[in-house]
């Protein structure tokens, strides 16, 4: 029995992507916020009161075969009052376009604002990041955006 390609790709995309979801949710117990930002651009991250989160962002204005997906690892600064700060690494692929298709080395750094001194479950989020693309050029993304954080009761 042959293979298709797409096929390999497909399923080791469901992996990836099944094994990031169970690593958020191992390290994440109490937070998991869901954001969305301009250019229809969808994230999923972890807990950012930790100093190290995680985010997940799909690049969604795009064909299935260039689908861009992106991991982000955090650190967080000290949550203020009204504000937080966070600068971190990732990596941006598509996976349905190949094996390996690295599109980018991303430093992301993000700007949470809370705009409801007691209700910090929303947020709307301000972030710059320099994407080192693989033809060996440099641009820089900015996106705005709205994030939710399902909380536990406390």
């Known amino acids: 029995?042959?293979?298709?390609?797409?096929?390999?790709?497909?399923?080791?995309?469901?992996?990836?992507?099944?094994?990031?979801?169970?690593?958020?949710?191992?390290?994440?117990?109490?937070?998991?916020?869901?954001?969305?930002?301009?250019?229809?651009?969808?994230?999923?991250?972890?807990?950012?009161?930790?100093?190290?989160?995680?985010?997940?962002?799909?690049?969604?204005?795009?064909?299935?075969d260039n689908l861009p997906i992106e991991l982000n690892a955090f650190y967080n600064f000290k949550t203020k009052e009204y504000?937080?700060?966070?600068?971190?690494?990732?990596?941006?692929?598509?996976?349905f376009r190949g094996f390996d298709e690295v599109n980018a080395i991303v430093v992301p750094a993000s700007l949470e604002i809370f705009p409801i001194k007691d209700f910090k479950r929303i947020a709307v989020v301000l972030e710059l990041t320099p994407e080192f693309r693989v033809e060996d050029d440099v641009t820089i993304r900015s996106l705005l955006g709205i994030r939710y954080t399902f909380d536990q009761k406390r």
């Open 1 to 64: 029995m042959i293979l298709n390609k797409n096929v390999i790709q497909r399923n080791y995309f469901k992996y990836i992507v099944f094994l990031t979801l169970f690593s958020i949710s191992n390290n994440t117990s109490a937070q998991l916020a869901v954001t969305g930002y301009s250019s229809y651009v969808f994230g999923i991250n972890t807990e950012k009161t930790k100093k190290i989160s995680f985010e997940m962002k799909i690049f969604a204005n795009n064909y299935i």
């Open 83 to 95: 504000h937080r700060f966070s600068i971190g690494i990732g990596l941006n692929v598509s996976p």
